[in-house]
Structure formats: structure tokens, C-alpha cells
């Protein structure tokens, strides 16, 4: 893509979620959540992503592989705003799943 094309605002969120009911969580995502975040104003373009191989964490020099399956969706937005409209408070979240969800969301808002 070509940097012209690049938004200025990123969505990232981050899932581990319960393998009982990971089939039906993906499915949910797939069908739903997705299609409803990628409706919202603001929003223009979702991937979803899931880990290959080991995940590597560190925090303060510490560090550590896991093997944990993360499903990672990539969202571009318009502006950091994208996050506050009343569509968007109405689609978030992880509905009947959120106690099978351990989750991470973060807004990256400067294109550099």
C-alpha cells in the first residue's frame, strides 16, 4: 500500500480466547462483530489475524515464550473519534463471550 494510502489511526485488539468455545466465538466474530464494527462511522477497514507459533512477551527485561493462540484484529480508522460514536459504544465488546475473552485494545493514533 502505498504511504498516501496509509491511515492515520489504528485500532489494534488482541484475544485469547477459551478453546470450548473458540469455534463459536470465531464464528460470532466472523459473522457479526466484525461486519457491525466495519459499519460503525469512522471505521474503515478490519483484518483479523491469528498467531503462528510461540508469542513473545517481555516487561522490563524480562522475557518469555508462550504457546498461546491470539487473534489479533487490525482495524483502520478516520481519527482516534472513530472509538466514541454511539455505534461503535454499541458494538463493542464481547457480548455472550466475555467470560471466555481475555482481551487487550489499544488506539495508535500518529502515523510517523
Known amino acids: 500500500m502505498p504511504m498516501s494510502q496509509l491511515p492515520n489511526c489504528l485500532l489494534i485488539v488482541t484475544a485469547e480466547v477459551d478453546a470450548g468455545v473458540e469455534a463459536e466465538w470465531s464464528?460470532?466474530?466472523d459473522e457479526v462483530?466484525?461486519?457491525?464494527?466495519l459499519s460503525c462511522p469512522g471505521v474503515l477497514a478490519g483484518r483479523r489475524y491469528c498467531t503462528v507459533g510461540e508469542v513473545s512477551e517481555s516487561d522490563r527485561g524480562q522475557g518469555r515464550c508462550t504457546r498461546v493462540k491470539l487473534w489479533t484484529t487490525v482495524y483502520e480508522l478516520d481519527s482516534?473519534?472513530?472509538?466514541e460514536t454511539k455505534e461503535f459504544h454499541a458494538m463493542r465488546g464481547w457480548g455472550r463471550f466475555a467470560p471466555h475473552v481475555r482481551s487487550?485494545?489499544?488506539v495508535v493514533s500518529t502515523l510517523r
Open 80 to 83: 482516534p473519534g472513530a472509538v
Open 104 to 106: 487487550q485494545t489499544r
Open 33 to 37: 462483530h466484525l461486519p457491525d464494527a
Open 27 to 29: 464464528r460470532w466474530y
